[in-house]
């Protein structure tokens, strides 16, 4: 029996955000096999690191394997393009690799201006080398992810995340790496020609 205005085939907000916590908190997989394994369809995926690797800003732990913390939640229309197009290979549309560049600024990570701030080439092969070292990745399917994503980052409180944080829980180090980032390439002006 259903009540008016529900339909009995399709999930509620909240079984999905319970289903996608389940699937986020199962075990995270290495890059290398993730990569092999993410669908074409939309969803939400977890970033996942040892607490070592940023330990300034320690996450949940993961509920499978309590030895790794969650860094970073995000959503797209296409799992697969979205980790292998922009997370593993693009600094200039993907949030989470300007701000581990930032984070990670000790490790010397250079920057110029393509219209935006972007890593050099040589960095972005080093950075994606890094995040195969470092990190791990889970994910949920979802048809409308963005309902879903807003919800968990509330409920999860992942530190990477600047957007849809509360404000008690937006970490001032991944602010400040963001902002460096940013600031660390901009457009050249060019030079002024002075009549003497």
Same mark, same amino acid.
């Given at each position: ?5 529900? =339909? %009995?085939?399709? +999930?509620?907000?909240?079984?999905? !955000? ?14 290398? !096999? ?10 939400? @995926?977890?970033?996942?690191?040892? %607490? ?5 800003? +320690? ?12 860094? @970073? ?31 990670? *600024?000790?490790?010397? @990570? ?6 935006? #701030? #972007? ?33 968990? *980052?509330? =409920?999860?409180?992942? %530190? ?13 180090? *991944? ?12 457009? *050249? ?8």
């Amino acid at each position: 029996m259903t009540t008016p205005g529900t =339909r %009995p085939d399709v +999930p509620s907000d909240e079984a999905r !955000v319970k289903e996608a916590l389940r699937l986020l908190s199962g075990a995270p997989i290495e890059l290398d !096999v993730a990569v092999k394994r993410l669908s074409r369809g939309g969803g939400v @995926y977890a970033w996942w690191a040892c %607490p070592s690797t940023l330990p300034d800003l +320690p996450g949940p732990a993961n509920g499978t394997d309590p030895s790794l913390r969650l860094l @970073y939640l995000g959503r797209a229309t296409s799992l697969r393009g979205r980790i292998l197009r922009n997370h593993l290979r693009r600094s200039g549309s993907s949030t989470l690799r300007r701000t581990l560049a930032g984070l990670l *600024v000790s490790e010397g @990570y250079r920057t110029t201006w393509t219209g935006r #701030v #972007v890593l050099l080439p040589e960095d972005e092969t080093r950075l994606t080398a890094w995040m195969h070292e470092h990190l791990r990745l889970t994910w949920a399917e979802d048809a409308e992810p963005a309902i879903i994503e807003a919800q968990l *980052v509330r =409920r999860l409180h992942p %530190p990477l995340n600047v957007r849809g944080v509360d404000p008690e829980h937006l970490q001032a180090a *991944v602010v400040a790496a963001k902002n460096s980032y940013n600031a660390s390439s901009g457009p *050249v002006e060019p030079p002024s020609s002075s009549n003497h």
